[in-house]
């Protein structure tokens, strides 16, 4: 089966094909671990903080299998016809030589996932005797009485433990023979079974130590330790959330990009427990966040479209705070802190993305004729509100507004623009009497 996947992937690699879709970021550091891992025919651990892309990438290694392989029609353990490795099943190939039943398995099915729980058992991996088999007449030294765990049953496939170290050490235990001698052990019986499978796991950098939760035999068994790690440059980020997000509005590329301006600060801020990470999916949950509340508001102005603006960006903290751990001794700032590496974030997004842009016009302008906006108010509006400058062209081309009748692209690019003027403190920002809307001037 190994041999299978070297195949496969050393095919892919000839002819330009990706063998990883849909992983964004790992290019130059995972995934050439990764591969020679493969191509070196090892068993492999996957180790990186939560929200790394760890359970996206073990499940995408069965895209390296063949789409279509043969199974003896029956078999417990999907055994290859020619290949019969337990007694019941050499018994029948015997039978009924080149009459045996065969069945064919995709490739989805040879792949098996287990999350590591306190309560998992030898049983669930390894296998048991199956009192029913007993019952049925059978001695207890048969070999046939036994029913195999998620381990055997995974013959000529490919098994992958989530959270490896929250697996008691008596069940990493069992797995000890599995992964070296390739046979099982089930209360006395010892089948020399060859079993033919790939096991790759996940584990916490922190737990997968000696003195974590993970025995070092086992540790030793392994053949490649890969580390992951979030996304290392601006835009990978970007992609990652525009590609795993469910949105329901549509949110331009420069929120997007606040959004993930926002996570890299938390990643970097020492008022957050780096130990516990700041996961990817806490951008994506950011923005969708984001669209919701274009929507919402799009709903409550009247608006047939909903377009996400900066205003949006105001629901994120509260929302999201609870998926933050934050460090000992920031009890009662959290919000300031979220709120602060927020507008951190859309300086920084409007600063790259406005550069060149001459904004002292339209903060003259607007101080003399302020502009409201916020949630309560429709993007026509705001954009019947803009003065006629030069800048405002210049913007919409940039945050790719231009060349359209719909009024929400227009209307956000200037807010992102009146907002860097306010955080850049060329411009003032009060809230008005109902509290729904904010005026610049």
């Known amino acids: 089966m190994k041999h299978e996947i070297r195949d496969n992937l050393l095919a892919a690699l000839r002819e330009g094909r990706d ?133 055997p049953r995974s013959h000529r496939g490919i098994v992958a433990i989530n959270e490896l170290p929250d697996l008691a050490e008596r069940i990493q235990v069992a797995l000890l023979n599995v992964m070296e001698e390739r046979d099982i052990q089930v209360r006395g019986y010892t089948l020399r079974l060859p079993l033919d499978v790939l096991l790759v796991a996940s584990a916490n950098p922190e737990d997968y130590t000696n003195r974590g939760r993970i025995i070092t035999p086992l540790k030793d068994r392994f053949g490649a330790e890969v580390r992951t790690h979030y996304p290392l440059e601006l835009a990978p980020e970007v992609e990652l959330v525009a590609q795993e997000a469910d949105l329901v509005a549509e949110v331009p590329r420069h929120l997007l990009e606040v959004v993930a301006r926002f996570t890299r600060h938390l990643r970097d801020s020492s008022a957050v427990d780096q130990g516990s990470g700041v996961s990817a999916r806490f951008a994506v949950a950011a923005a969708e966040t984001v669209a919701a509340a274009a929507l919402r508001r799009a709903a409550l102005t009247g608006e047939e479209t909903a377009y996400a603006r900066p205003v949006d960006l105001e629901s994120v903290p509260a929302v999201l705070r609870g998926k ?118």
């Not at 390894?126 to 046939?144: M, Q, Y």
């Not at 509006?381 to 507004?401: F, M, N, W």
């Open 19 to 151: 063998p990883w879709p849909g992983i964004v970021g790992f290019d130059d550091t995972v995934v050439p671990q990764l591969e020679r891992a493969l191509l070196a025919g090892h068993d492999l651990v996957l180790l990186g903080e939560r929200g790394q892309g760890k359970t996206r990438l073990l499940r995408s290694l069965a895209g390296l299998l063949d789409e279509w392989t043969p199974v003896i029609e029956g078999s417990e353990i999907g055994e290859h016809p020619y290949e019969p490795i337990v007694p019941a099943s050499i018994r029948r190939a015997a039978e009924f030589g080149d009459d045996l039943p065969v069945a064919w398995v995709h490739r989805d099915h040879r792949y098996t996932e287990k999350l590591a729980t306190p309560d998992t058992s030898v049983a669930d991996l390894i296998g048991d005797v199956d009192p029913v088999k007993v019952a049925e007449g059978r001695s207890l030294g048969d070999p046939e009485t036994i029913h195999f765990g998620l381990v």
């Open 324 to 441: 933050i751990e934050f460090a000992s001794g920031e009890e009662g700032r959290e919000d300031e802190v979220l709120e602060h590496l927020l507008r951190r974030a859309t300086a920084d997004t409007a600063r790259f993305a406005l550069r060149g842009v001459d904004l002292d016009e339209l903060a003259v302008e607007v101080s003399t004729r302020p502009v409201r906006t916020g949630e309560r108010i429709p993007a026509r509006d705001v954009v019947a509100a803009l003065p006629r400058v030069d800048a405002l062209t210049e913007i919409a081309a940039k945050l790719g507004a231009a060349g359209t009748e719909d009024p929400g692209p227009m209307a956000s690019a200037a807010e992102l623009a009146l907002e860097y003027l306010f955080l850049t403190r060329k411009l003032a920002k009060d809230s008005s009497d109902d509290g729904d809307t904010v005026s610049y001037g």
